[in-house]
């Protein structure tokens, strides 16, 4: 079974930094896009960024210039690395990922979701 792990968030000051990584286990051929989304309270789920297998990104407007994504395709893992940090940055952040199963299948995972809460 796939299973997208993410680690980090938590809670930081406006103008402070954090970083999310997560990492794809179970038994599958090969990742293709890897990214990371946001919901925040009374909101919908939203991009903030994405990387495909090659190192092509992709940013949402409000983050660009402060959030970088890097992924490490031998580990399956996938970092987000936030700076500058806004209280509209505070959300539930989720990796996604598009994973080739071994049946030859194109399939989406989700991460289980990790807490980011910006004060100001």
């Known amino acids: 079974q796939v299973q997208l792990v993410e680690s980090g968030g938590g809670l930081v000051q406006a103008g402070g930094s954090l970083s999310l990584s997560c990492a794809a286990s179970?038994?599958?051929?090969?990742?293709?896009?890897m990214g990371w989304y946001r919901q925040a309270p009374g909101k919908q789920r939203e991009l903030v960024a994405t990387?495909?297998?090659?190192?092509?990104?992709n940013f949402a407007d409000s983050v660009k210039g402060r959030f970088t994504i890097s992924r490490d395709n031998a580990k399956n893992t996938v970092l987000l690395k936030m700076n500058d940090l806004k209280p509209e940055d505070t959300a539930v952040y989720y990796c996604?990922?598009?994973?080739?199963?071994?049946?030859?299948?194109?399939?989406?995972?989700w991460g289980q979701g990790t807490q980011v809460t910006v004060s100001s």
């Open positions: 179970g038994i599958f051929l090969s990742i293709n896009t």
């Open positions: 996604n990922a598009d994973i080739w199963g071994v049946n030859k299948t194109l399939y989406n995972y």
């Open positions: 990387v495909k297998t090659l190192g092509t990104t």
